[in-house]
């Protein structure tokens, strides 16, 4: 193991590097400052990085880092804004595919891991991702160790003698709290549950409406988990009795989102194991797989936008497509689109036809507001229209509906 000062980044970045940055709690929060402090030395680098909790971002970024982003969530969504990143829209399988096969090239890697055991070997922690697929290609690996960093079950291993270690940090990881859910949140989410049997697979992102979810799940029993993100709500489950404790493997997630308190129950003994996001995406026999995932809007024929608000790039294809097709493979599985009829401001979130798509209206089977549930599968397109426009917010059901008409 080659333990370098923060001043020697330079040592292994060279000018025209493609730089990834792991996501999340994978993010080495400390590199990522010194790679802006020493920017104007290091020359042009290009620079990947996704999901982010890291108000780094949220600043000036050195003009000769050129970055690159699939993701509108958390603080790239800020630097996306002001058009300080550009944009690669990609699901999380693509992703993974495009590093493995060079096609997205990467030199270097910079990661988060926690300390080294006993024999030597840094675990990726709560953040599996893609950046495990760059890992094999890239030039060189640097990583920052942080004491923070949970050694967790089933997480893939850097042995110290294939990485550079670049920094030690004992910093918090970074948390993602959630909001205190809504009562029309709530009543979505009672809606939600009722499609999702005992012994069901469960697939929810984060946010308060997967936290409502979750809380009108806690009675069924024997429920297992497959989640690219996984937040405080899988607690309240574990908690309640609701997650099934004996099977092997029954709780896989990619990313760990959410506080300390989530954080401090990971480790290489706990229920919660990781798993890269391609084992995932993948039915379990005789569990239903539920893939919840939720949008900006949808329209009348069930096609899907979770990434655009207006011109503004908001949110990610990210496992979405990769889950819904999955669920769809899984007998008696469910592609259920969870939202709320409308905005803040009053605005129907379905509307007459989605401009921008991630998910077809072959992917989904069923969607779900607050005023009830709409199963499209095996239906024409005007009966879609129907069905949808049924679930819409009250005083947007007749407009809707002539709208389908034409």
């Not at 990726?124 to 950046?131: E, N």
């Not at 969607?367 to 549930?373: C, K, N, S």
Request: with cysteine; aromatic share 4%; glycine share 10%.
């Amino acid at each position: 193991m080659t333990d370098m000062a923060t001043s020697t980044l330079a040592d292994c970045l060279r000018p025209g590097d493609r730089v990834l940055i792991g996501q999340a709690c994978g993010e080495p929060v400390g590199l990522v400052a010194d790679l802006f402090e020493q920017a104007a030395r290091l020359g042009h680098l290009n620079v990947f990085c996704g999901y982010s909790l890291n108000p780094a971002w949220e600043n000036q970024v050195p003009d000769s880092l050129h970055v690159t982003t699939y993701c509108g969530l958390g603080t790239m969504g800020k630097l996306l804004a002001r058009q300080g990143a550009r944009l690669v829209p990609s699901s999380l399988s693509q992703l993974s595919a495009q590093l493995r096969s060079r096609k997205l090239a990467v030199d270097v890697v910079l990661l988060q891991v926690s300390p080294a055991d006993a024999e030597g070997y840094h675990s990726l922690g709560c953040a599996v991702d893609y950046a495990w697929d760059a890992v094999q290609v890239a030039r060189q690996v640097v990583v920052e160790v942080n004491l923070n960093m949970p050694t967790t079950r089933g997480a893939p291993r850097l042995h110290s003698s294939k990485v550079l270690v670049a920094r030690q940090s004992n910093a918090p990881l970074l948390e993602s709290l959630v909001e205190e859910p809504g009562d029309l949140q709530r009543q979505l989410a009672r809606h939600v549950a009722s499609l999702v049997p005992d012994g069901a697979t469960l697939q929810l992102g984060i946010g308060s409406l997967a936290r409502a979810i979750a809380e009108e799940l806690q009675s069924r029993r024997g429920l297992k988990v497959r989640s690219g993100m996984v937040g405080d709500w899988f607690l309240s489950l574990l908690a309640s009795g609701a997650i099934d404790t004996g099977a092997p493997n029954a709780c896989l997630g990619s990313l760990a989102v959410g506080s300390q308190h989530l954080y401090n129950t990971l480790s290489c003994d706990s229920l919660l194991g990781f798993a890269q996001p391609a084992l995932l995406a993948q039915p379990i026999a005789g569990s239903p797989m539920m893939a919840i995932n939720s949008a900006i809007e949808v329209d009348l024929s069930g096609q899907v936008n979770a990434e655009w608000l207006g011109e503004r790039y908001v949110g990610a294809v990210g496992g979405q497509t990769d889950y819904f097709r999955a669920a769809r493979a899984s007998a008696g599985g469910l592609a259920i689109l969870a939202l709320t009829s409308s905005t803040g401001r009053g605005a129907s979130r379905i509307i007459q036809h989605c401009n921008r798509v991630t998910s077809t209206y072959c992917d989904v089977d069923v969607i779900v507001t607050e005023h009830g549930v709409a199963d499209i599968r095996a239906t024409t397109l005007q009966e879609r229209c129907q069905l949808i426009a049924a679930i819409a917010s009250p005083e947007h059901r007749d407009a809707l509906l002539q709208s389908g008409q034409k």
